[in-house]
């Protein structure tokens, strides 16, 4: 998700990750599929931790595009804020990295 979806102004083009907290809990969307034909956001719902330990992974949930950017603004609306990234995704075995 991007800021602009929640502004007002057009999403972009393409998915984008994004972080949204309301101090308790934490949403990730992150894009999964996006061609021509299907365009697709993983969201993971995740519970801050008080040590300050990464979040307490509750469920993931795939979704389209328009149903991502409609779950962002209402979260947004809620009072949600942005925030910063939690957690990285595991290394791919065979990565070279």
Do not use: N
């Not at 809990?25 to 599929?33: D, K, Y």
């Not at 979040?55 to 804020?81: D, F, M, N, T, Y």
């Amino acid at each position: 998700m991007h800021p602009s979806a929640v502004s007002g102004k057009r999403p972009p083009l393409s998915p984008q990750e994004g972080w949204l907290s309301d101090g308790r809990q934490v949403l990730h969307f992150q894009p999964r599929r996006y061609d021509r034909w299907s365009q697709s956001l993983e969201v993971t719902f995740g519970e801050l931790m008080p040590s300050g330990e990464p979040p307490l992974l509750k469920h993931r949930k795939q979704l389209s595009r328009e149903q991502a950017i409609k779950l962002w603004c209402q979260k947004r609306q809620e009072g949600w804020r942005a925030y910063p990234p939690q957690w990285k995704p595991p290394k791919l075995l065979g990565s070279g990295d």
